[in-house]
């Protein structure tokens, strides 16, 4: 079974400033696929970014790029040039091999003005 | 792009009746579907997986009479919860994945269940 764990319940950055939320899995499949989504107070759930394991360079989408170690089964979220709309709850995702996704915790982001 | 519809937004009903809650996937087939539930501020725990035409697979702690799924057909599955009880309160998401790009999800917007 997969595991999926962020050890940062809350994060908080200054506007226009950068902020890394980390995430760490564990799993013994070798094909398998990293994300990152937004869940805002819509509770609407967005897509910020995919990773495939295969792929050794970082995604990256705009302001938001990864940090994908995959010797250490870590896959951290970098948000540069941070927006008041960036605030949200970030939950880090695993796919595997059963197409379902695993969770972490979550962090909450708060961007102050 | 892929679009899924989850109805309704928010539901409220009395202790001991059942709710049905509908995903449907707007412009694209969906052999499976997946069911989700979230409790306030947690993260999103996978209840079971919708499979067209065949019986849902559950989770391991999840009832299967109390949550019912049906996946009667390519678009539409169904989240049935029967007996409801104030415990049963929680957000309800669903998801499909994409027919085209490899393990992307495309997301429901979620029901919020309130059991008086």
């Known amino acids: 079974a997969q595991t999926v764990t962020q050890s940062q319940p809350e994060m908080s950055v200054q506007e226009a400033e950068t902020v890394t939320l980390s995430c760490t899995y564990d799993?013994?499949?070798?094909?398998?696929?990293l994300f990152w989504y937004k869940q805002p107070p819509s509770r609407q759930m967005i897509l910020v970014i995919r990773?495939?394991?295969?792929?050794?360079q970082n995604a990256t989408e705009n302001r938001f790029s990864v940090n994908f170690q995959k010797a250490a089964k870590s896959f951290s979220l970098k948000i540069s040039d941070s927006q008041l709309g960036d605030a949200a709850m970030y939950f880090c995702?695993?796919?595997?091999?059963?197409?379902?996704?695993?969770f972490g915790s979550g962090t909450q982001l708060t961007v102050l003005p | 792009g892929a679009v899924v519809s989850q109805h309704p937004s928010w539901v409220i009903c009395k202790s001991g009746t059942s709710v049905k809650i509908e995903c449907r996937s707007l412009?694209?087939?969906?052999?499976?579907m997946f069911w989700y539930r979230q409790f306030p501020k947690q993260s999103l725990m996978l209840m079971a997986t919708?499979?067209?035409?065949?019986?849902?697979?559950?989770e391991q702690g999840v009832e299967k009479d109390k949550f019912l799924i049906n996946h009667a057909s390519l678009t539409l599955s169904t989240l049935t919860v029967t007996s409801a009880h104030p415990e049963d309160s929680s957000f309800y998401i669903c998801?499909?994945?994409?027919?085209?790009?490899?393990?992307?999800?495309?997301f429901g917007a979620g029901t919020r269940l309130s059991v008086l």
């Open positions: 998801s499909a994945p994409s027919p085209l790009a490899k393990n992307i999800q495309y």
């Open positions: 799993t013994s499949e070798s094909d398998y696929y």
């Open positions: 990773q495939e394991a295969y792929k050794q």
């Open positions: 995702a695993f796919s595997g091999s059963a197409r379902q996704l695993t």
């Open positions: 412009d694209f087939q969906a052999t499976t």
């Open positions: 919708s499979n067209e035409g065949s019986k849902a697979t559950y």
